[in-house]
């Protein structure tokens, strides 16, 4: 068993996408202050990544046949080494792919969430503990074929994600509260791009094979991998574009400060 050839050019047009727009983010991306050059290699990196875990998927490496319905139920009760049913096309390296470039873009975001102030390392450390526990758990509810560890998996995956819901929204907003506005602005939209994006992730994995088996295996590789392109290549366009934008601010307050006889750091506590 395959992928078909609809899931290969997507697969092959994803790939590239990942790849030139990983090394177009580390291009533009500028390396003014440590901070600026934190969010460019984060950024570069997570595409880069992706471009890995679809080069593997489109050459067969990424991915493993299961089996369908009831045959390991059937299996497991006759004591046989197969059982009836059908067979589907799992694509481990997604959720490898996800196990390292969610908690990169985390940490970007709780980064942009603290620019100038002290940086919340248990928030970033909460933020992604919890993640891995989400796909960690959504891949073990992809995998499963027992509908009750199947679904059993899916709500703990859920309520790990709301988990993440929750740092993003509460305790760094809170943080995000004490820079200046244009930063609050910059995580705020940067918040809500991740949210909106992240969640139809489930909501694909529920209807897919992986899921219900309600829309085809091209159909959800194609929906997966626009919301991949989306959060991975344009936010991270969006977001190394928004850092420059913030560190020219801050460039220039210095200057500023400096020219009128104050070190930056004076004109801080001035």
């Known amino acids: 068993m395959t992928p078909s050839?609809?899931?290969?050019?997507?697969?092959?047009?994803?790939?590239?996408?990942?790849?030139?727009?990983?090394?177009?983010i580390l291009a533009i991306g500028k390396r003014r202050t440590p901070a600026e050059t934190m969010q460019t290699v984060l950024h570069g990196t997570v595409p880069l990544i992706a471009a890995c875990a679809y080069f593997a998927m489109v050459t067969t490496m990424g991915l493993v046949v299961l089996p369908t319905d009831n045959a390991v139920a059937t299996a497991v009760s006759t004591g046989s080494a197969t059982g009836p049913g059908t067979l589907r096309l799992f694509y481990f390296a997604r959720y490898v792919d996800w196990?390292?470039?969610?908690?990169?873009?985390?940490?970007?975001?709780?980064?942009?969430?603290?620019?100038?102030?002290?940086?919340?390392?248990?928030?970033?450390?909460?933020?992604?503990?919890?993640?891995?526990?989400?796909?960690l758990t959504a891949f073990f509810f992809a995998a499963a074929e027992v509908d009750w560890m199947k679904w059993t998996w899916f709500i703990v995956s859920c309520a790990a994600f709301i988990g993440v819901y929750y740092v993003i929204w509460m305790p760094q907003l809170q943080a995000a509260a004490a820079e200046r506005e244009d930063v609050r602005a910059n995580y705020r939209r940067s918040a809500t791009i991740l949210t909106v994006l992240w969640f139809f992730y489930p909501i694909v994995l529920f209807f897919a094979p992986d899921g219900l088996n309600v829309i085809s295996s091209w159909l959800a590789i194609l929906a997966i991998a626009i919301l991949d392109v989306l959060s991975k290549v344009v936010y991270g366009f969006l977001s190394v574009t928004s850092d420059a934008a913030i560190t020219d601010r801050d460039m220039n307050e210095a200057g500023t400060s400096t020219t009128m006889g104050r070190t930056p750091a004076m004109a801080r506590v001035g």
């Open 5 to 24: 050839a609809t899931s290969n050019v997507i697969l092959w047009i994803t790939t590239a996408i990942m790849l030139f727009g990983g090394l177009g």
């Open 99 to 135: 196990t390292f470039t969610t908690p990169l873009l985390l940490i970007s975001l709780g980064l942009a969430a603290t620019h100038a102030g002290v940086k919340r390392g248990g928030l970033l450390a909460g933020a992604v503990i919890a993640d891995l526990i989400m796909i």
